[in-house]
Every structure is written in structure tokens, then in C-alpha cells.
């Protein structure tokens, strides 16, 4: 299920290909998914998280923190954290964090327990500083950050710890 914005983006973007001359068949073939059953996948998880999210105001700000509360231990992709966190700001957040296990044997890590916190801002907070607090980097709107352990649960009240320190600076 795509947005009806993202959907106009990609018409316009077609069609501006097309208007200078691109091959119909190829410009088609940049905007088709090819994988149809692991895209349902990937919809489906990111729906998942969103339903769980947990909703926060401070300070005037708004943000949105996922995990997965139905199996904590469900080890998710990069991109499907990632696309939750985007998919957050959609709704009027300034920020959203979605925590997850990562499959970190895809990025040639031998630790097993790896769990990622991926970040999104509208601009309004410094996602960059709030992953530095814990390893992380990234921008003001976009960061990321990876932690060594085994309890989600542990990161999840870190995260509303440090929001709360970040909120009384």
C-alpha cells in the first residue's frame, strides 16, 4: 500500500523520463517491484509495527517509538526498519524511532544479538545528536545507531530515558 503522494512522485517522475526521451519499457521496469511476495512481506511487517507503536509528547514535541511487542526477538531487515521510521512521519510526528533485531550474519558481524534503533525527524529535532547518545550517527532528519545485547526491552526504556534528557536540555 503505497501513499497516494509517493504514487503522484512516481507518475511525475515516469513521465519526466519519458518527456525526454527514455525507453518506454526500461523507465517502466525502474518503477515495477519485481518481487511481489517479499514486498507483501515487507508491507505486512512494517504494518505490523506501526500497530504497535507507542506515542509520546514532550516539551511540545510529538514523537512515535515502534517495536515489535507480540515477538520481541523477530529479527527484521535494515530497510523494513528504516521504511517504519519514514512511514512514521507520515502522521504528525516530529520524530519517529523504530527499534528492532537486525540480521546482522547479512552484514558479515558474528555478533548474534544486534538490536538497531532507526530514526526519522521532520527537522524540528536533531535525530543525529539523539543516536550519538548511543554510538550513532546519521543527520538532523535521518540517523541510525546498532547495539550489542539481547533485552529490546532495556533500549526501549534508554530511548524514552534519553528523549527525556534531550527534552530538559
Known sequence: AYS???LITASEDYEGLLNIGADVRKTLDMFVISNFKD???????????????????????????????????????????????????????DASFVIGFIDSVSLGNCHK????????????????????????????????????GDNIENVLYEVFNTLEDIMKL
Not at 117 to 145: H, L, P
Open 4 to 6: 497516494q503522494e509517493a
Open 39 to 93: 514486498d507483501r512481506l515487507r508491507e505486512k511487517q512494517i504494518s505490523d509495527l506501526i500497530d504497535q507503536s507507542i506515542e509520546i509528547q514532550s516539551s511540545g514535541y510529538r514523537f512515535v517509538i515502534t517495536l515489535d511487542k507480540k515477538d520481541p526477538f523477530k529479527v527484521y531487515s535494515h530497510e523494513v526498519l528504516a521504511q517504519t521510521a519514514d512511514r512514521l512521519l507520515k502522521y504528525k510526528f
Open 113 to 148: 544479538n544486534i538490536i538497531s534503533i532507526k530514526g526519522r525527524s521532520k527537522e524540528n529535532f536533531d535525530i543525529s545528536y539523539f543516536m550519538y547518545q548511543f554510538g550513532g550517527g546519521g543527520t538532523i532528519s535521518s540517523g541510525a545507531c546498532e547495539i550489542n
